[in-house]
């Protein structure tokens, strides 16, 4: 059974910055050839869900949603020596405006379906909480 969870979250006044790791368990991200899809999602109250950053296991390229670029950063550590991948998410210059629960989600990469889309992520965590003041 695999499993996703978040660390990181926390209050902080506009400017500052956080980390925010994920944790898998069950699995290393790292068996499939093909690679993995890994991403940040973000939702605020009374918004929808939102990808912040995405990240690509096998080329690490990178995509960013237009309101995080040039301060927000998605990187894949490698959790073992195994080859694994645990995805990070470190966020400077923060605004009010990124308050909200932030999801770390997985995924194995499928031929057809870009990492920037939902249906790349079968794999959730349960959300940290940032919240900008």
């Known amino acids: 059974h695999v499993q996703l969870v978040e660390s990181g979250g926390g209050s902080v006044q506009a400017g500052g910055s956080l980390t925010l790791s994920c944790v898998p368990s069950?699995?290393?991200?790292?068996?499939?050839?093909?690679?993995?899809?890994m991403a940040w999602f973000r939702q605020a109250p009374g918004k929808e869900r939102e990808g912040v950053a995405y990240?690509?296991?096998?080329?690490?390229?990178?995509?960013?949603?237009?309101s995080v670029k040039g301060r927000f950063t998605i990187s894949r550590e490698n959790a073992d020596d195994s080859g694994g991948n645990t995805p990070s998410l470190v966020m400077e210059n923060l605004k009010p405006e990124d308050t909200g629960m932030y999801y770390c989600?997985?995924?194995?990469?499928?031929?057809?379906?870009?990492?920037?889309?939902?249906?790349?992520?079968?794999?959730w965590g349960r959300g940290t909480q940032v919240t900008v003041s």
């Open positions: 989600a997985a995924g194995e990469r499928r031929l057809g379906v870009p990492c920037t889309a939902l249906a790349a992520y079968g794999y």
């Open positions: 069950g699995t290393n991200f790292g068996g499939d050839p093909m690679g993995y899809c």
């Open positions: 990240i690509s296991t096998t080329s690490g390229i990178t995509y960013y949603a237009d």
